[in-house]
T-cell receptor, first 114, second 113 residues
Framework: AQKITQTQPGMFVQEKEAVTLDCTYDTSDPSYGLFWYKQPSSGEMIFLIYQGSYDQQNATEGRYSLNFQKARKSANLVISASQLGDSAMYFCAMIKAAGNKLTFGGGTRVLVKP | DGGITQSPKYLFRKEGQNVTLSCEQNLNHDAMYWYRQDPGQGLRLIYYSQIVNDFQKGDIAEGYSVSREKKESFPLTVTSAQKNPTAFYLC????????????FGPGTRLTVT
């Protein structure tokens, strides 16, 4: 069975600073994908970034980067230059390469202070 | 604009009534999914469909039913057998039938009293 752990229930970050959201995972599958989603107060889940288990490079998408450490089974999200609009819940999730189910962590609430 | 629509955004029902939540996508995605989210928690998979006229149970399918008569539509019925139906329901789709990123609709918040 797959499991995702997000140990930070909530955190504050100053506007324009970087923030790192922790995510560790547990799986016995050799091939899998890791995702980060943002959920603002409106409720919609917004896809941010994807990392495949065999990808050699860490994924980046604009201000988002994924610090993938396969041996440690961690997939931390780094948001650079935080903006007020980054205030939201952030979920780490994973999927088997041949699977259909996204397994989600419990989420981390980020509040960006002006 | 391509995307996933769910309606309505808020839905109220009396206990004992069945209710159907709609989900439509115009992304031409093959796979569609229904997730449930309870307050302060991540999402859990209810049902998914990889192709028209076929669907599979997820982790918490009891008390729910789905249909997939058209590629773009995947409605979810919350039946009276669902013991705790009040929740936030999110529909998603993906272009790949396995392993790919899933894109979500805006969600429907169902309250049953």
């Amino acid at each position: 069975a797959q499991k995702i752990t997000q140990t930070q229930p909530g955190m504050f970050v100053q506007e324009k600073e970087a923030v790192t959201l922790d995510c560790t995972y547990d799986t016995s599958d050799p091939s899998y994908g890791l995702f980060w989603y943002k959920q603002p107060s409106s409720g919609e889940m917004i896809f941010l970034i994807y990392q495949g288990s065999y990808d050699q490079q860490n994924a980046t998408e604009g201000r988002y980067s994924l610090n993938f450490q396969k041996a440690r089974k961690s997939a931390n999200l780094v948001i650079s230059a935080s903006q007020l609009g980054d205030s939201a819940m952030y979920f780490c999730a994973m999927i088997k390469a041949a699977g259909n189910k996204l397994t989600f962590g419990g989420g981390t609430r980020v509040l960006v202070k002006p | 604009d391509g995307g996933i629509t769910q309606s309505p955004k808020y839905l109220f029902r009396k206990e004992g009534q069945n209710v159907t939540l709609s989900c439509e996508q115009n992304l031409n995605h093959d796979a569609m999914y229904w997730y449930r989210q309870d307050p302060g928690q991540g999402l859990r998979l209810i049902y998914y469909s990889q192709i028209v006229n076929d669907f599979q149970k997820g982790d918490i399918a009891e008390g729910y039913s789905v249909s997939r008569e058209k590629k773009e539509s995947f409605p979810l019925t919350v039946t009276s057998a669902q013991k705790n139906p009040t929740a936030f329901y999110l529909c998603a789709s993906s272009i790949r039938t396995s392993g790919g990123e899933q894109y979500f609709g805006p969600g429907t918040r169902l309250t049953v009293t």
